[in-house]
Structure formats: structure tokens, C-alpha cells
């Protein structure tokens, strides 16, 4: 165990700082109410799908059935876990994060947006253009200031992808705006 | 003997200089992404997964071989360096290599595990090749009712063996088997869980969920919580060269790393966490320099870096002879070959004995080409640690989406993306382990339809799964990796009895 303890906290000070908030604890509870939703939900999609007539074999309905009783009761003991230890601290093992502090909303919606507009260009625009401008937001969000650094690095990035992966390793992008040029 | 022939015509086949030069862009690639902070060897493998994709698979998998030992060993480079390790096989290689760096004895460190996962996966190597044939002789006479009962208890001991908490093992399980839902049935041909939108039909990919689970949840991770205290890349100081006492002291922690992690790797519960956490306990009992542990101790690199690598081929011991990844990067080599209709197991090695043997040949051929490209590219790797975070992340993202519109060629496939990323930042901040949820994601509809057809032989007699009784024992064994550990706290409410200790 000495051994486990010293492993899993390189820094022992985050551990007592990160003690879960009582905010956490709600937030956690409403994921594990998510799991028992989720049950939920399967068990009653399960009743949509369709089962042959004269299919006497185990049809298609008997594991998501299964899964989706699972899923409740492994939510239901969830709830319980998170109520008796007062829910879980956030998980060390990443690099670049530091658990101490709050969760950076505004660092995480911008980041949102650039997933967004990556989805609504790629087909329109294009695989260059989408994933161009998704590069330039998101280095933005991640904290990146120079921008005039940045967009070189993005077109050429890019472009380089899209060339790379269609000419050579045929791989099917959309070309969108740049079509003719491409 | 069999072995060798077969081995020698897979050497055939991978010494051509086609495959050849795969192999080296393989082991390359693999360790050029594998440096980089952030990314671990399941995320290497699913984001170079596109580059095989216009390849014929016997190239196709040659160059995936590299692609995993280059994944393995640029983890080490970057948890040496920077103290960060990816994934918690890594841990303790970041925990005693990086003092050691900051020591100034960061080139010995670096050193001592390239050439330890060299000895160890080449020796893994070699056991691969002799057990696979073993296993496939005992895999033929394995029916589904068996088939099943080896899923589950791949199943049980992931979940119970990772991570701190059961319950958060089994809720990252069960998603995972959720998510394995979508799609056709196999059996009857239904659509189910699809919503009517047409791309679900082929189900939600393995690699996107990987992607998804450690890409883009990582980046939202990050973004949610940034470090802004400059990064430490320790510089790689004094000789790269081990002195001859470093040798005295590194070799015997390799060869007990192998002991520990082949067998462990190969059994079907896997995982390379296991063997290193051991591997470093043992280590830190026999060493005759204990005041150095905790402070840079070569040993504490030297065997745990063995047993990573050791496990790592262990692995591909289930994954090609019976099909079941027991780990989140086999998953996604498992998903590689289906790609190919190519189902690993008993089947392969006699249908396609050119691409697993070549496979298995071209290991060895990764390994020595690992070795000599890792030390003398040193300085590459370690200006690759120094890539602006942000550029870093906007990157991953970008290669992210395209591995997934690869796959889909649908806006679907990205919107699954995401939210399968939104669910991965949500693990992160609760806790709770990833690699179950992969692993169930592909293994899951395979255990509904070796549960289906046991039923199904049985003429839908339940007692099938008792009655026979390798079945029976698996199933046995299975219950036992979690109940196990929990009636010996029971039984020993004096101490709390964690792994380690308990084998020593």
C-alpha cells in the first residue's frame, strides 16, 4: 500500500486540496443519474426493435435488456458510492493539468465553439478551411496569443494533411470551396 | 520444428525492402506521436490508424507493429523527460527516471530504457512466437460457451484491476457496452438503438470512441484545468552511454521485468499495469542501493520499462490467437483488422499465415530498428517535447477529426466524436477509468453473439454455461478477480493488503 500511496501522488499536497466540493459532489450525482437514465432509456428503445416472427432462437432484444438493468443498478450503486465517500477527485494521471484548480469554463466553451465550427464548415467549406480555422480557435483557446504565428501554421498544416492523406494514402476528404483549385 | 519455419517464412516476407521500409516508417511515426506530451500508445495507434488505410494488410500490419513498439517507447522518452506520464503503465518509469534525469543522469535513464525494452521485447518476442501456436491449439477446442467466458473475464479483470473504484470501473464498462449496441444486429439483421439515422447502421467504431475518450476528452481536460507554470523538459545532461556500474545494475531488473510481464501480458486478463507496479516493488526489495529509490534509482527505471514492453507483446498473444484485446491499444488493433476482415484467432494463422507471421517477424525487426534509431535521435524527441502546448492540442484536434471522417465520411461521425469527448473530459474529472469503456466497445457485441450461439447449440439451455467446464472454470476465475480481493479484506480486517506486497 506505501508503495501505491507514493506512486499514485507525485504531489501530496494536491490530494487534500482537491477534496471534492460539495458543488462536485451534486455534479457527480447528476452523472450518475445520467447512468441510471441512460438504463433507462435502452430498456425502453429496446421495445422498438423489431424481432422476426418465427424467430425462436435468443432474438436481438435479450442483452440490451440485460445492459440496460445493468446500467441502473451499477448507476443506483454509484449514487450510493458518491453519498457515503462524499464522490471522487478529479483523476491525476493527465499531463498539463493541475487538479487544484477550478474548471476554466470560458477556456472550455471557446475550445466548444471551435469543435462547432469545424462541423458545420467541413462539408460546405471544406476539409482545408474547416480544419484551418478549427486549428487557429482552438490554439487560441488553449492559450496561444500569437496569432499571426498561428495562421501560417494552420493553413500549412492543413493543407499539408489534406495533400498528404488524399494524394497519397487515398483517403476521401471534402475539398468544398477549394474544389477547383485542389 | 514448426515454429521456426513458419517464423523464417515471416521473416521472408517482412525482409523485403517494401516492407522494410513500412516497418521503419512504422517505428518511426509510432514514436514520433508516442513523444509527444499528451498522447499515449492507444492514442498513437488510433490516430495513425488512417496512414495503413491504402496499404495491403500484410504491409498495412507490418507497419502497425512499429507503430505499437514505437508508441511504447516514446511514452518512456516523455515520462523521463517531463515527469508526465501518459497512461499508468508509465508511472513509475516517470517516477524514478525523471529524479534520475534531474540528477543528471537523464541519457543513463533514457538508456537504460531503450535497451531494456529492447532485451525485454525481443525476449517477449520470442515467447510470442513460441506460445502462439500452444494457444492456438487449445483455442480450437474452445466453443462459444468458453469464447464467452473468456470476454467476461477479460471484462471483470479490467474493471476490477484499474483504476481506484469498482463502481466507477463498472460504469465505464457498461457505457462501453451501451455504445456497443448501435448498429445491426449480427444475427437478425435489425437495426437497433440507430434513432433512424442511417451512418449508426454500421455501429459507433472503436477508434472513434478511443479517440474520442482520450483525444478530445484530454484536450478538454486540459483546457479546463491548465497548468501555467512553464513546463520543466529536463535537458537530456551527461553521457548517453551507461557506465559499466549502471549496467551491473540494469541488467538482472530487465530480465525480472520480462518474467513478470510477459506472462502477465499474455495471460487473457492482461494489462501492463500489474507487471510494472510489481516489477518496481521487487525491484526496490533486492536492490542493494535502497537509500536511492525515490531518488533516482536506475533499478526502478530498468525493470518496470522491461515488464512494460514485456506485457506489451504478452498482449498480442490473446489479441492474434483467441481475437480478445486486453487492453485499449489492442482494442484498436483488433479494430484494424477488422477493417480488413481479417477476424484474429485460430482462423488467421491458418488462412493468412504470410500476415501473422510476417507480423510477428517484423516485431523483431521493430525492436532492433527501435534501438538504433532512439538514442542517436534523442535530440529530435526532446525538441518535440518543447511544441507549444496549444499548437499541440489544435493539432491532435485536427487529426482527430480526419481519423473520423475517414472512418464515417459523415458529419454523424464527428457530432459521436465530440459527445464521446464530452463523456471522456467527464471520466477525467470523476475519475473514472477509460480503458473499460474501449475494450467494451468492441468486445461487447462479440460476447452477445458467442452468448447467442452457445444458447443457440444448447437448443437455449442456460445450464451451458456451467455444465462445461473449462467454461465453468473461466466464469469461476472471472467472479473471483472481484470478489477475491474484497472476502481477503474481510477475511484480514487488520491490514489492507494491496497487490504488491501480496506476491512477494
Redesign the interface.
Known amino acids: 500500500m506505501a508503495n501505491n500511496a507514493k506512486i499514485g501522488n507525485d504531489t501530496p499536497e494536491a490530494s487534500e486540496a482537491t477534496k471534492p466540493s460539495k458543488i462536485a459532489e451534486f455534479a457527480e450525482l447528476i452523472v450518475a443519474a445520467v447512468v441510471v437514465i441512460l438504463g433507462i432509456v435502452i430498456l425502453i428503445e429496446t421495445q422498438d426493435i423489431r424481432v422476426p416472427r418465427a424467430y425462436t432462437k435468443v432474438g436481438p432484444r435479450v442483452i440490451p435488456e440485460i445492459i440496460g438493468w445493468a446500467l441502473i443498478i451499477v448507476g443506483a450503486w454509484y449514487v450510493i458510492d458518491i453519498l457515503r465517500t462524499g464522490g471522487a477527485a478529479p483523476s491525476a494521471e493527465s499531463e498539463d493539468v493541475d487538479v487544484t484548480l477550478p474548471t476554466d469554463w470560458w477556456t472550455v466553451g471557446i475550445l466548444a465553439l471551435a469543435l462547432i465550427i469545424f462541423v458545420l464548415l467541413i462539408e460546405r467549406a471544406g476539409f482545408v478551411v474547416a480544419s484551418a480555422v478549427m486549428f487557429e480557435v482552438a490554439a487560441y483557446a488553449m492559450g496561444s496569443r500569437r496569432y499571426l504565428r498561428d495562421i501560417p501554421i494552420a493553413i500549412v498544416l492543413s493543407l499539408a494533411v489534406y495533400l498528404v492523406f488524399t494524394r497519397g494514402l487515398e483517403v476521401r476528404l471534402p475539398a468544398g470551396w477549394l474544389a477547383g483549385v485542389l | 520444428m514448426d515454429v521456426f519455419s513458419n517464423l523464417a517464412h515471416g521473416f521472408s516476407v517482412a525482409l523485403t525492402p517494401e516492407n522494410l521500409l513500412w516497418a521503419l516508417l512504422g517505428v518511426f511515426l509510432g514514436t514520433f506521436v508516442g513523444v509527444l506530451?499528451?498522447i499515449g500508445p492507444a492514442l498513437t495507434v488510433a490516430l495513425l490508424l488512417?496512414?495503413t488505410?491504402?496499404l495491403n494488410p500484410i504491409s498495412a500490419f507490418i507497419m502497425f507493429a512499429g507503430i505499437y513498439y514505437g508508441g511504447m517507447y516514446g511514452g518512456s522518452t516523455?515520462s523521463i523527460l517531463?515527469?508526465?506520464?501518459?497512461?499508468?503503465a508509465s508511472?513509475?518509469t516517470?517516477?524514478e527516471g525523471n529524479l534520475m534525469a534531474k540528477r543528471g543522469r537523464g541519457g543513463a535513464a533514457l538508456a537504460t530504457a531503450a535497451i531494456g525494452s529492447f532485451v525485454a521485447g525481443t525476449i517477449a518476442t520470442v515467447g510470442l512466437t513460441v506460445m502462439a501456436p500452444i494457444m492456438v491449439r487449445v483455442a480450437l477446442k474452445f466453443g462459444p460457451a468458453e469464447y464467452l467466458a473468456l470476454i467476461v473475464l477479460a471484462f471483470t479483470t479490467i474493471t476490477a484491476l484499474l483504476g481506484?473504484?469498482l463502481?466507477?470501473g463498472?460504469?465505464s464498462l457498461?457505457?462501453g457496452?451501451?455504445i456497443g449496441?448501435v448498429g445491426i444486429?449480427g444475427?437478425?439483421g435489425?437495426?437497433?438503438?440507430t434513432f433512424g439515422n442511417q451512418h449508426l447502421l454500421n455501429g459507433i467504431d472503436v477508434v472513434t470512441v478511443a479517440v474520442g475518450l482520450f483525444a478530445?476528452g484530454?484536450?478538454?481536460?486540459?483546457?479546463?484545468?491548465?497548468?501555467?507554470?512553464p513546463d520543466n523538459v529536463v535537458p537530456v545532461r551527461g553521457s548517453l552511454w551507461m557506465t559499466k556500474q549502471e549496467w551491473a545494475r540494469s541488467w538482472k531488473p530487465w530480465l525480472r521485468g520480462v518474467l513478470l510481464g510477459f506472462p502477465i501480458g499474455s495471460l487473457p486478463a492482461g494489462g501492463a499495469e500489474i507487471p510494472t507496479?510489481l516489477s518496481?516493488?521487487i525491484e526496490?526489495r533486492l536492490t542493494k542501493h535502497p537509500e536511492e529509490f525515490?531518488k533516482g534509482a536506475i533499478e526502478g527505471v530498468a525493470g518496470p520499462e522491461a515488464a512494460n514492453n514485456a506485457s506489451a507483446a504478452g498482449v498480442l498473444v490473446p489479441l492474434l490467437t483467441l481475437g480478445l484485446p486486453t487492453s485499449a491499444t489492442a482494442a484498436i488493433m483488433l479494430a484494424a483488422f477488422q477493417r480488413y476482415n481479417l477476424n484474429p484467432g485460430p482462423q488467421l494463422f491458418d488462412k493468412s499465415p504470410d500476415l501473422v507471421w510476417g507480423l510477428i517477424a517484423s516485431l523483431y525487426i521493430g525492436n532492433i530498428m527501435l534501438l538504433v534509431l532512439n538514442l542517436p535521435l534523442v535530440g529530435l524527441w526532446v525538441r518535440l517535447l518543447s511544441i507549444?502546448?496549444?499548437?499541440l492540442?489544435?493539432?491532435i484536434?485536427?487529426?482527430a477529426?480526419?481519423g473520423t471522417?475517414?472512418q464515417s465520411?459523415s458529419?454523424t461521425g464527428?457530432?459521436v466524436l465530440?459527445a464521446i469527448?464530452v463523456v471522456g473530459f467527464?471520466?477525467?474529472?470523476?475519475?473514472?477509468p477509460v480503458g473499460p469503456a474501449v475494450v467494451a466497445v468492441i468486445l461487447g457485441p462479440e460476447?452477445?453473439l458467442q452468448?447467442?450461439r452457445a444458447?443457440?447449440i444448447s437448443q437455449?439451455d442456460y445450464g451451458t454455461f456451467i455444465t462445461r467446464p473449462i467454461a465453468a472454470a473461466i466464469f469461476a476465475f472471472a467472479l473471483l478477480t472481484f470478489l477475491g480481493p474484497r472476502l481477503w479484506r474481510l477475511l484480514r480486517p487488520s491490514g489492507?493488503?494491496?497487490?504488491?506486497?501480496m506476491t512477494t
Open positions: 506530451p499528451g488512417p496512414v488505410y491504402s516523455t517531463l515527469n508526465t506520464p501518459g497512461e499508468s508511472i513509475i516517470a517516477l481506484s473504484s463502481v466507477r463498472f460504469v457498461f457505457f457496452l451501451a449496441l444486429d444475427l437478425t435489425q437495426p437497433r438503438f478530445v484530454e484536450t478538454f481536460w486540459v483546457a479546463a484545468r491548465m497548468r501555467h507554470d507496479f518496481y516493488s526496490k525515490g507549444p502546448r496549444p499548437l492540442y489544435a493539432g484536434l485536427v487529426f477529426g480526419l471522417w475517414s465520411q458529419v464527428l457530432i465530440y469527448g467527464l471520466m477525467r474529472r470523476f475519475d473514472i460476447a452477445e452468448f447467442r444458447l443457440q437455449g489492507g493488503v494491496e497487490m504488491p506486497e
